[in-house]
């Protein structure tokens, strides 16, 4: 099996895998409760599915074409930086706008600091 081929079957691997994890974003949006599961969904695994997806892509156009692209490497870069604190800031913006969990299950600890402010 030529080396060519087999980077080229791990970056549509890696293209696939990012896919299904996207999917699964999808429908953790669609199913989960309220706000904050839903942030962990959005944020978690489909920030996992595109850096799979553009490390795919950027693997197979470098081994296929010899091009290394600095835009997927900064694609790369700012979805893994920037996806985990928009999520953040959105679930505490919601949180001190009062929205209320799905669960009653769930312990809230922060809910005695933020009375007594």
């Known amino acids: 099996m030529n080396v060519s081929l087999s980077i080229e079957v791990i970056a549509v691997i890696l293209i696939f895998i990012g896919t299904v994890f996207a999917f699964l974003s999808a429908i953790g949006l669609i199913r989960l409760p309220d706000v904050y599961t839903r942030s962990h969904a959005a944020s978690k695994s489909a920030t996992l599915g595109v850096l799979c997806v553009l490390f795919g ?8 074409q010899g091009v ?42 922060l809910k005695k600091v933020m009375q007594e402010e």
């Open 68 to 109: 290394f692209s600095v835009r997927l490497l900064l694609g790369i870069f700012f979805v893994f930086l920037t996806a985990p604190v928009a999520a953040h800031v959105i679930c505490r913006a919601a949180y001190r706008s009062n929205v209320e969990l799905a669960e009653e299950s769930v312990q809230d600890d």
């Open 57 to 64: 892509t950027l693997l197979y156009f470098w081994i296929t």
